[in-house]
């Protein structure tokens, strides 16, 4: 059964306003964030092609689309020369208590179903908080799309004893087991940079590692299991692209 006209329309609008944001993200050269809302929305304006039955609309919306398609790609074609040079660079400030910086916020867009392999180094993943901050890490890798495997973690030991580091990754260890993903845990004294990468070439540095939340107000406080909600100490996020990713 066709849309209803009322129903393009609402449908036109939206798909207006999020190639309107594609615009500006452009003019901004945040081209990545530009391209993802450049494709939702010319898969938005073909829907709404598809319900038109006037000649003169779906010749300007073949236009319009045709038009966005070009842009698409020369953004495209421009964000993988970069990361072909190595040249690729994102930086997200993130201000004290700043909300909406969940792992998956900060890394969807670059978990796709070609992430097989996360190798992850921080010095501090030791305590009680952070193995949780750890643990909700690997909990985002193991959903779809992307299919990881392996996951590598380079950490220091606690030197107040290392009964609890060691039992709590053992935990996660046995519990990626059962779900395929297999984890592999080193410790080094000397380790100070913190950084993640992805086999298909995504790198990032993040000046507190995944340890830049700020301890809940309680247990039962907002932000408390939704890190989205959680505020956050102020950190910098840099982002870079390699397709040579060095293993550990």
Not at 16 to 33: I, M, P, T
Not at 61 to 82: F, G, H
Not at 152 to 166: E, R
Request: hydrophobic share 35%; charged share 30%; proline share 2%.
């Amino acid at each position: 059964m066709a849309k209803s006209s009322l129903g393009q329309d609402a449908d036109s609008t939206a798909a207006v306003a999020v190639l309107k944001r594609a615009v500006e993200l452009d003019a901004e050269s945040r081209y990545q964030q530009a391209l993802v809302c450049y494709q939702e929305g010319i898969d938005m304006l073909l829907q709404v092609l598809k319900g038109t039955k006037d000649s003169s609309k779906k010749s300007v919306l073949r236009t319009r689309i045709s038009n966005y398609m070009d842009r698409a790609e020369n953004i495209k074609k421009y964000l993988d020369q970069e990361k072909e040079d190595g040249k690729y660079h994102k930086q997200i400030k993130i201000e004290e208590n700043a909300t909406g910086f969940s792992y998956e916020s900060l890394f969807k867009e670059y978990l796709h179903e070609t992430v097989m392999e996360v190798w992850i180094e921080d010095p501090y993943i030791r305590q009680t908080h952070q193995l949780y901050n750890f643990l909700r890490f690997c909990e985002m890798l193991i959903k779809k799309p992307c299919k990881v495997r392996t996951i590598h973690l380079l950490t220091s030991v606690d030197g107040l004893g290392n009964v609890q580091q060691s039992s709590g990754l053992e935990e996660i260890k046995q519990s990626l087991r059962s779900h395929g993903v297999l984890l592999e845990v080193n410790y080094s004294s000397s380790i100070h940079d913190r950084e993640i990468r992805f086999n298909n070439g995504w790198m990032f540095k993040i000046g507190r590692g995944l340890d830049y939340f700020k301890k809940p107000q309680g247990r039962f406080s907002l932000g408390y299991c939704d890190l989205d909600l959680r505020p956050c100490h102020e950190t910098t996020v840099d982002i870079f692209h390699n397709k040579h990713t060095k293993k550990i």
